[in-house]
């Protein structure tokens, strides 16, 4: 079982940064996928970031140059540094860790970008 706690989400004024961080424990393998995703009320849940245990990263189009997502191997963790954060990037944060035939969520951290 694997385990993931999230923390770093918070209010940002549009164009300001935050930062994500995500810890993971338990049998966590060491080839893995870890990323992040965010939910909007009313949408789906969709891919933000992804980080392989081999450092490549994947990262959708409305985050790409603005989002960076890394990750400590000997930790355990991956962050999300958030940056030029506009309102639509509002959403509930949620860390995920995907091995070859399982994945697995953390509790969710909420990110508002407003005025």
């Known amino acids: 079982q694997v385990q993931l706690v999230e923390s770093g989400g918070g209010l940002v004024q549009p164009g300001g940064s935050l930062r994500l961080s995500c810890a993971a424990s338990?049998?966590?393998?060491?080839?893995?996928?870890m990323g992040w995703y965010r939910q909007a009320p009313g949408k789906q849940r969709e891919l933000v970031a992804s980080?392989?245990?081999?450092?490549?990263?994947n990262y959708d189009d409305s985050v790409r140059g603005r989002f960076t997502i890394s990750r400590d191997n000997a930790k355990n963790t991956v962050d999300l540094q958030m940056n030029s954060l506009k309102p639509e990037d509002t959403a509930v944060y949620y860390c995920?860790?995907?091995?070859?035939?399982?994945?697995?969520w953390g509790q969710g951290t909420q990110v508002t970008v407003s005025s």
């Open positions: 980080i392989t245990s081999a450092g490549s990263t």
């Open positions: 338990g049998t966590i393998g060491s080839i893995n996928i």
């Open positions: 995920n860790l995907k091995r070859v035939i399982s994945s697995y």
